[in-house]
């Protein structure tokens, strides 16, 4: 039954026989396309500003503007500029035909109308525009990730030429007055965190990498496909009343029934490719946030989702140690005034001790890994209408007792030379003690978890203290 056939798509008959109208939309109808039907080229123009047609058969003779006429106004108007039209005539002059296909048009139909022919050309044109818009669509994400892609680049060689900069002016500095500790620890922050930068860019680059190789290797593909099709196109021109051995003999050359299925698929790979590249780069401006150098309302979990995407290539699993399990336990924190890249800078330390400590139990096959996977837990609650409390605990072994008391001194570090500078954590402490008037407490045993416990009197946004206090009766 005609309500049981899916939709193959739009199309708008334009013709004043009202023979010629009935003969194809029957036709059309029959085979599962939605028909909408004009008398002559005024009533098309004013009926597709609301009317959505993917395909337009339109009539050259016509009452009032001819087709041609018809036709350079489609082209001229935006909104229709793209719709594939296919004149219908009963001439056989070449000169129409010709002038049609110059105008803009995509093919011709003669009248009287071979059904079987007519189906066949508004089956391949559809097909075809449906493939270009999407041709178009992806070149347009192309182009934007090339540009962000360049901006990001940009960036970097910008933050590096930076860091030399402060690293030289550090060392001059340190000669000249190495009494002047406060200017010193100020230099330190700086330099850990554009350090802490430029060890991310061998992960970013290795992050892009993957995408990117997906889009160059299928690119030769789409455009050997897009070429099978337009000559499969040029070979049915050629033979329209009936389908000869060549082009059956084509056919199963170039294998159509596949090329139809594989190149939905490829394009499908360029886009998750695409889409990937933009995530890694958004993460990386939403981790760094450079440019807010003040006090700004920001959600934390953005923060802390910014820093584990950035992570996320340390915490897969390979043959040398397990996957780190990352279990999230989100409070309803709303948006939080707070210094947006310290803290994020906060996160990425925790975490890349937490990292560590389990790749190193992983490393020596603890038994602990044998009962329970390694795994990051992160939690997030509103202890009090101005105070945020974030957790980030691991089950890597623990810290000793007599190194609890040290591990915020400036320069202490149980890692090995080269691996660890011991900044990461008393930077920590500065960000949350003395920058936010927060607290940063390690809470740990032998053979256990590890918490660190971020406590910060954030204010919250004026319009969210209502459901603030009504997490906090809830909770209590």
């Keep these: 039954m005609l309500s049981e056939k899916k939709n193959k798509g739009a199309i708008l008959i334009v013709d004043d026989n009202p023979t010629n109208l009935e003969v194809l939309s029957d036709t059309l109808i029959a085979d599962g396309f939605q028909v909408a039907v ?49 004149f219908a005539t009963a001439l056989s002059d070449v000169n129409y035909k010709v002038t049609g296909l110059s105008l803009g048009a995509v093919d011709y139909i003669t009248k009287p109308f071979q059904c079987e022919e007519v189906l066949a050309r508004i089956q391949i044109h559809l097909k075809l525009h449906k493939m270009d818009k999407v041709l178009k669509k992806q070149n347009l994400l192309l182009k934007q990730e090339i540009l962000q892609r360049q901006a990001a680049e940009k960036l970097l060689r910008k933050l590096n030429n930076e860091l030399e900069r402060r690293v030289h002016n550090r060392t001059v500095k340190l000669s000249e007055a190495l009494q002047k500790l406060e200017q010193t620890q100020v230099q330190l922050v700086h330099s850990e965190k554009m350090s802490s930068l430029g060890r991310l860019v061998a992960g970013i680059a290795h992050e892009i990498n993957n995408p990117m190789n997906f889009i160059y290797a299928n690119l ?97 699993g390979r043959a040398d140690h397990q996957e780190i399990r990352v279990i999230r336990e989100y409070g309803e924190l709303l948006w939080i005034e707070c210094y947006a890249s310290h803290l994020n800078q906060v996160f990425m330390n925790l975490l890349v001790n937490a990292i560590d400590a389990l790749s190193e139990q992983n490393s020596q096959s603890f038994l602990i890994n044998k009962i329970e996977p390694a795994t990051i837990w992160i939690r997030t609650e509103i202890s009090h209408q101005d105070w945020v409390t974030i957790s980030i605990s691991d089950n890597g072994g623990g810290i000793p007792a007599d190194v609890q008391s040290k591990i915020f001194d400036p320069f202490f570090t149980t890692k090995p030379v080269g691996k660890g500078t011991g900044l990461g954590l008393a930077i920590s402490y500065q960000i949350i003690v003395e920058k936010h008037q927060g607290q940063l407490i390690c809470c740990s045993e032998t053979g256990k978890r590890t918490e660190f416990i971020i406590k910060l009197p954030c204010k919250i946004a004026s319009h969210q203290k209502s459901q603030v206090l009504e997490l906090l009766s809830a909770s209590n």
């Design 220 to 316: 030769s593909y789409t455009k050997e496909y897009s070429q099978n099709l337009l000559t499969l196109l040029e070979l049915c021109q050629k033979n329209l009343t009936s389908l000869p051995s060549e082009i059956q003999h084509y056919l199963k050359k170039i294998d159509f029934e596949y090329l139809q299925e594989d190149l939905p698929n490829i394009l499908t790979s360029m886009e998750v490719g695409a889409e990937r590249i933009s995530q890694i780069v958004l993460s990386l401006r939403n981790f760094s946030r450079l440019d807010e150098a003040d006090k700004k309302f920001v959600d934390i979990h953005e923060g802390i989702e910014s820093t584990l995407l950035i992570l996320q290539e340390r915490l897969k």
């Design 38 to 86: 004009a008398l002559d080229g005024e009533t098309a123009l004013e009926q597709l500003k609301y009317y959505r047609a993917d395909l337009i058969i339109l009539d050259i003779m016509m009452p009032g503007i001819n087709g041609f006429e018809t036709c350079k106004r489609l082209q001229a108007n935006p909104l229709t500029c793209d719709i594939p039209v296919i």
